[in-house]
């Protein structure tokens, strides 16, 4: 099998690229390094293809998607404070890097393209767990382009034949995200506080609560969504499926480095969603799919590898 992973040098990206050249296959990986790092590519950099370029560029997801078999869309430019602060730019990115990856794939033929979408279209209704059949209520930009991009993604199936499994993620974590960044999600946040021994910045009272899911149940979840046989397209949750507030969060840090670090609470920012909790059956009924790894664990293996990269990653 040959496949195109976009965003092969970020976070998920990264790590699905390792799968896939594990299991033997053919990789090509398109990235316009914005948010991604050559270095999260080190240990495969000389088993892959890699394409430097830009999604919102058609001629380039052209040439990256010929003779693929498989696309794994992953590139984004990720963030809903980021996308608040400037919408053209996640709609750039997000969208119009989307349509391009489905053109590309209906002009090639690809047999099957699995996008990475977003827990974050479901918005804030109070209803749960999330189930697919809930009506939409993206609250952000960049929530709006995940959903498109699905909307985009179910017309290419039914006009084209382009198959699409379009995989809403809740909340993934693990090593290699970016700790550093403004924009960076809160447990890479979190992790590098308790390696540095400082508190632990929090939006609200850390009683919101969240989905997270492990970056090894990520990639096993794209691998079973490649070789699903289904026809069309489908949008499927891809979570741990269990709630953690971020409270919990902070107290398992605390007792994975033996410490009591305190917590900073501030005013609740813009745009993001109380509680966030995933029904996972379909994705077990279309994909096989079942979390293998729970937080805790992901907990433990992140910390570990921090720790262990801490200075390389302090010096970005």
């Known amino acids: 099998m040959k496949s195109l992973v976009t965003g092969g040098a970020g976070f998920i ?47 380039t997801v052209q040439k990256a998607a010929r003779a693929v078999d498989v696309i794994f869309h992953q590139a984004a430019l990720p963030s809903v404070p980021r996308s608040i602060k400037n919408p053209r730019a996640s709609h750039d990115a997000n969208l119009t890097g989307t ?15 699995v996008m990475a979408s977003s827990s974050s279209v479901y918005g804030n209704s109070p209803a749960l767990p999330k189930v697919e059949t809930f009506e939409p209520a993206p609250l952000s930009p960049y929530a709006v382009t995940k959903l498109a991009g699905e909307y985009y993604a179910r017309v290419f199936a039914a006009l084209y034949g382009v198959s699409t499994i379009c995989l809403r ?4 974590f ?9 924009y960076a999600g809160a447990l890479a946040k979190f992790i590098a506080c308790a390696l540095r021994g400082e508190p632990y910045p929090v939006y609200g009272d850390g009683e919101q609560s969240r989905d997270f899911t492990y970056i090894e149940n990520v990639v096993r979840a794209n691998l079973l969504a490649a070789l699903s046989e289904m026809d069309g397209a489908a949008a ?4 741990g499926g ?19 670090l305190p917590t900073q609470y ?3 920012r813009v745009g993001d969603v109380l509680h966030s909790h995933a029904d996972i059956s379909r ?17 433990r293996r992140t910390v570990e590898w921090y720790a262990r990269n801490s200075e390389h990653k302090s010096s970005r």
Not at 174 to 182: K, M, N
Not at 236 to 239: G, K, P, Q, T
Not at 244 to 253: C, R
């Open 13 to 59: 990206g990264s790590h699905l690229t390792e799968a896939l050249v594990a299991r033997g296959e053919s990789v090509r990986v398109l990235d316009n390094l914005a948010t991604g790092y050559l270095e999260n590519l080190g240990a495969v950099k000389n088993q892959i293809e890699f394409i430097q370029g830009d999604l919102a560029d058609l001629e």
């Open 99 to 113: 349509l391009n990856v489905l053109i590309a794939a209906r002009d090639n033929q690809v047999k099957r393209v």
């Open 169 to 172: 993620y809740f909340n993934v």
């Open 174 to 182: 693990g090593p290699r995200q970016d700790p550093t960044s403004q």
């Open 236 to 239: 499927v949750n891809i979570a």
């Open 242 to 260: 269990a709630r953690t507030t971020l409270n919990q969060i902070i107290a398992t840090l605390n007792e994975l480095t033996d410490q009591n």
């Open 266 to 268: 501030g005013a609740p």
């Open 283 to 299: 994705a077990r009924e279309l994909l096989g799919y079942a979390p293998t790894v729970d937080v805790r664990e992901g907990l």
